[in-house]
Structure formats: structure tokens, C-alpha cells
């Protein structure tokens, strides 16, 4: 018998590719996938709280009553994936109805660039930009590794082969001269790459999540561990031939006995497919901005606390579907 999993899988893609979602019964429950990231990352814990503010399961109480304000029969759930690359590949195919992925990841795909490269995503549709996402350069303390430099000849888990850290670990060790031969490149999940790191099986991680990501909140309690700051030279550079990279400083309060390190920064964007209805995506946006979920979003992770109406169409990397237009030209936050 096929798992649930599977079956909503299969049933997405018509939705996806063959005209949008179809109205429901009253009564009906509709799922909504979002692809998210890989557990211990940022974009799981958030992908899983906004597919809580935007479902509204049948039989709920309504939302002025104190229940969900989603659309009505609406349940969304969150797939954890390796992340970005992934998350476009799987929307692309009509395996998700939406996902969290990079604004440079987002970019490459609906152009048909970089590692999309004759793959083009002509119909990706932003909903939303959601938070900024800082990249970490993760070493053992006592190694005498201060500079990104100095990983030449180490061994550096770049980030799984279908997540959006890859590109990013790539241009970031590239910036620093770099290539993929000066290094010993290995593609671990976060969590595994923290556990190599903990064993000394590795020299390095790089992992893109916001601030501060769980997983090395956890590691820094438990391991002497350090991150590697990114020079203003070569952040500025960066930013100069790559507008979709920012810059940062990495708070001290963040990770147990790391101090404040400059590094860069990249955006994470809600995308779909513009065949995906536009009331639904109306909806959701509605629900997710809804004056009843700021307290959710506020205390459910310290990225979702960025989750802002105001921010909700900055940077975007590829156009806003139709029911996104809609939905903030109402909200006064899209000007004709």
C-alpha cells in the first residue's frame, strides 16, 4: 500500500502542472506541501510553522472565534529535503506545491541558469521573502584555522549536493582562490557534518541558516567549536558581483564561546508555480499575515520574527504570482 507521503506526491503535481488547485467541497481537506530543508537547519522549523498558521483543517473553530485563519480545509505540512536546489527540482517535477529556497537559487532556476542550466523554471512564482539567512564557516577551536584561506588542503563538508549551501560554500571558498582541487570537498547533511566535526573526521562545515540555527546553538554547548569571519575585501567584493548577497555580523550572544564574526548573508524566498490557484496563494498570505498569527510567528523561531508585511516583496528574485500581487496591492504594500 503506497504511504501517505506518496500518495500526496502523486496527487500534487496536477494541481502544479494541469491548471492550479481545484475549488473543494465544502467540508473537504485539501493538503498543501511546502519543501523545506533538512533537519537542524532553519528551513524545516520554519516551513513547519507557517504551514501551521495557514492550515485550517475541517471541523476547526473559525478564526475570529480564536481558530486557524487559513483557508478553510486547507491542511499544509512541511517535507524535510536537503534544501533549495531540491525544494525547485521537486516543484518543478509538481512533487511540492510550494517551497522555502535561496534568492540566488531561485534566480538560477527560473532563468535557467548555474545548476539549472537548459532546465529553465519559466512558471516559478514568488510568494513572499521571509528572512535573511547568514553563512557559517564551521571549525574546531585550536586548530589554528582563522581565515577561510587556511582551509586549503583540509577536508570541508560543503553542504548536500542538492541544497542551496553548495552554490554558496563554492563562490564563497572561490572568492578566497579557492577551487575545488585546493580542497577535500565532502557533502553531509548539517547534522552529519557537525557529528564528523565533533570526531575530527572533518576540518570545516559551511551551512547557511539564520540566526541562531539550533543545530549549532547545540554544538557549541558541546564542543569547543569557532566561526571563520568573512573579510570586508571580500565580502564587499562579493556584494559588488553578486547582488543577492548581503553582509552581517554574527552576534556573540549567539554560540556558546564564539565571538561576533563578520560574514555574508543571502535571502530566503517562499516560491511556487504560477499554476498553482491564485486564490490559494491569496489565502495563504492572508493567513500567514494575519494580526492573530504575529505572536506565533514572534516566539516560534527567532528567523519567523523577521516574517514581516512590510519586507514581504524586498529583493525578490523571480516575479510574484498573481494571487501575491493581489494580496499585497490590497495591503497597500505594491503600488501600481
Known amino acids: 500500500m503506497p504511504s501517505r507521503r ?9 494541481a502544479i502542472l494541469g491548471g492550479g488547485v481545484r475549488a473543494q467541497r465544502p467540508g473537504e481537506e485539501r493538503h498543501f506541501l511546502i519543501g523545506s530543508g533538512p533537519i537542524g537547519g532553519t528551513y524545516f522549523p520554519i516551513a513547519g510553522l507557517i504551514s501551521a498558521v495557514i492550515s485550517n483543517p475541517p471541523g476547526g473553530r473559525p478564526c475570529e472565534a480564536g481558530g486557524n485563519c487559513g483557508i478553510p480545509g486547507l491542511v499544509a505540512e512541511a517535507l524535510a529535503t536537503q534544501g533549495s536546489v531540491e525544494n525547485l527540482r521537486r516543484l518543478g517535477e509538481g512533487a511540492l506545491d510550494s517551497a522555502l529556497a535561496q534568492a540566488d537559487i531561485g534566480a538560477a532556476a527560473y532563468r535557467g541558469d548555474d545548476l539549472f542550466s537548459g ?8 510568494i513572499a521573502n521571509l528572512f535573511t539567512e547568514s553563512v557559517h564557516v564551521v571549525v574546531r577551536r585550536g586548530t589554528g584555522l582563522e581565515s577561510v584561506a ?21 563562490t564563497l571558498m572561490a572568492a578566497y582562490g579557492l577551487g575545488r582541487r585546493d580542497i577535500d570537498a565532502v557533502y553531509l547533511s548539517p547534522q552529519a557534518a557537525s557529528a564528523r566535526l565533533r570526531e575530527g573526521a572533518i576540518d570545516a562545515f559551511v551551512m547557511v541558516a539564520g540566526e541562531p540555527a539550533p543545530l ?7 564542543s569547543p567549536v569557532d566561526l571563520l569571519p568573512v573579510s570586508t575585501p571580500v565580502a564587499e567584493r562579493l556584494r559588488r558581483e553578486r547582488p543577492w548577497i548581503g553582509t552581517t555580523t554574527v552576534g556573540a550572544e549567539h554560540y556558546d564561546g564564539i565571538d561576533a564574526r563578520q560574514t ?4 530566503a524566498h517562499w516560491l511556487t508555480s504560477a499554476a498553482v490557484d491564485g486564490d490559494t496563494v491569496h489565502g495563504n498570505l492572508r493567513a500567514l499575515f494575519h494580526p492573530s498569527n504575529r505572536a506565533r510567528l514572534d516566539r516560534g523561531h527567532p528567523s519567523a ?4 508585511l512590510e519586507t514581504a516583496i524586498d529583493g525578490l528574485a523571480v516575479p510574484l504570482h498573481e494571487g501575491a500581487q493581489r494580496f499585497y496591492r490590497e495591503r497597500g504594500v505594491l503600488k501600481d
Do not use: F, H, K, N
Not at 6 to 14: D, E, F, K, N, R
Not at 119 to 126: C, D, E, V, Y
Not at 305 to 308: F, N, T
Open 6 to 14: 506518496s500518495v500526496l506526491a502523486a496527487a500534487v503535481p496536477a
Open 119 to 126: 532546465r529553465a523554471m519559466p512558471l516559478l512564482r514568488s
Open 150 to 170: 587556511d582551509l586549503r588542503g583540509r577536508t570541508v563538508s560543503m553542504g548536500e549536493r542538492e541544497s542551496g549551501t553548495l552554490p554558496v560554500a563554492r
Open 216 to 222: 549549532l546553538v547545540a554544538l557549541a554547548r558541546q
Open 264 to 267: 555574508i548573508t543571502v535571502a
Open 305 to 308: 520574527a523577521a516574517i514581516r
